[in-house]
């Protein structure tokens, strides 16, 4: 991931951008492990080929260069009364996916480590809340989360 060299101006604070990296890959590969868990599905291990996923993100790739143009923006867009049927839609399935994480994640709690690691997962989530707010300047992301950020960015604080 890093050289060694990368790793010890990331440890000693002259790198925040790669530790910053560091941290949302680690995020990435723990959340998808968190996933793949939740829903008994194997993760590909190095030299496994996963066609069912590489034929998924073809046909994306293909609808998606289908309703936009060439320069990215939207050419093809389903009629408007569409829009609430979809975003009804949408919103169930991402209820269901995260009621599903949820709940593996509270059986995870139960060991150690993963407590650990859940503990982890959550401290960059709200790290990259705080990024998103301070890049997009709606700070109104923010206010929900500033007692969270406050015990992290200051929790030597007393």
């Given at each position: 991931?890093?050289?060694?060299?990368?790793?010890?101006?990331?440890?000693?604070?002259?790198?925040?951008?790669?530790?910053?990296?560091?941290?949302?890959?680690?995020?990435?590969?723990?959340?998808?492990?968190?996933t793949?868990?939740?829903?008994?599905?194997?993760?590909?291990?190095?030299?496994?080929?996963?066609?069912?996923?590489?034929?998924?993100?073809?046909?994306?790739?293909?609808?998606?260069?289908?309703?936009?143009?060439?320069?990215?923006?939207?050419?093809?867009?389903?009629?408007?009364?569409?829009?609430?049927e979809?975003?009804?839609?949408?919103?169930?399935?991402?209820?269901?996916?995260?009621?599903?994480?949820?709940?593996?994640?509270?059986?995870?709690?139960?060991?150690?480590?993963?407590?650990?690691w859940?503990?982890?997962?959550?401290?960059?989530?709200?790290?990259?809340?705080?990024?998103?707010?301070?890049?997009?300047?709606?700070?109104?992301?923010?206010?929900?989360?500033?007692?969270?950020?406050?015990?992290?960015?200051?929790?030597?604080?007393?």
């Amino acid at each position: 991931m890093y050289a060694e060299n990368a790793v010890k101006h990331i440890l000693s604070g002259k790198a925040i951008a790669r530790a910053i990296r560091g941290h949302l890959m680690v995020y990435a590969t723990l959340s998808t492990m968190l996933t793949a868990n939740a829903y008994n599905m194997k993760l590909p291990t190095k030299g496994e080929c996963c066609d069912d996923l590489h034929q998924s993100l073809v046909t994306a790739r293909e609808l998606y260069d289908n309703i936009t143009d060439s320069s990215g923006t939207a050419s093809v867009l389903p009629p408007e009364d569409m829009f609430g049927e979809i975003l009804i839609k949408l919103k169930d399935v991402l209820g269901d996916v995260t009621a599903k994480v949820n709940a593996e994640k509270e059986t995870m709690k139960e060991r150690r480590t993963a407590k650990l690691w859940l503990q982890y997962i959550e401290m960059i989530r709200i790290l990259r809340m705080f990024i998103k707010a301070e890049r997009t300047g709606d700070w109104m992301l923010a206010p929900p989360g500033c007692s969270r950020y406050a015990s992290l960015f200051c929790s030597s604080w007393s």
